[in-house]
């Protein structure tokens, strides 16, 4: 079982940053989320991740809820950055590099899309081809 739905939270273009993502070669791209701090919503899940959850949405969603309790720090996470590193540009994304998946976090003001992948993704030109989406 697949879920794929069409964006309704954000607003830039979700749905050309994810076939972006799923365009580059050899990315794995597992899972897609858009989010703000007060929602989310799931544009894509493919079958390796709904079969974390036994293909059940309801118990994903609810794994998904607890998830997004923390989704805050990302906004702060960035503020700080560009606090520290004042000559640095402007925080866009953050990687999180995990033995099983890399999870991509790419910022656009107060609202965010999260991908998963397969750890040898190039997250170089993932991130990249979702940006250039959002332009």
């Known amino acids: ?3 794929s739905e069409d964006s309704m939270l954000v607003g830039f273009d979700a749905d050309a940053a994810l ?3 799923r365009s580059v070669d050899g990315a794995s ?3 897609c989320v858009e989010y703000t701090p007060d929602e989310f919503h799931t544009l894509y899940a493919d079958e390796t991740t709904m ?3 036994a293909g059940d949405e309801d118990e994903m969603r609810d794994h998904f809820e607890e998830v997004h309790g923390y989704v805050h720090m990302d906004f ?4 700080l950055f560009a606090d520290l590193f004042r000559g640095a540009g402007e925080v866009r994304s953050f990687v999180t590099y995990m033995d099983h998946v890399t999870l991509v976090r790419v910022l ?3 609202q965010g899309l999260l991908l998963t992948a397969d750890p040898d993704t190039d997250v ?4 990249g081809a979702v940006e250039a989406e959002l332009d």
Do not use: C, K, N
């Open 19 to 21: 076939a972006a993502a």
């Open 29 to 31: 791209v597992r899972l």
């Open 51 to 53: 079969a974390l959850y």
């Open 76 to 79: 702060t996470e960035r503020d």
């Open 124 to 127: 170089t030109e993932l991130v």
């Open 108 to 110: 656009v003001g107060q």
């Open 1 to 3: 079982m697949v879920v």
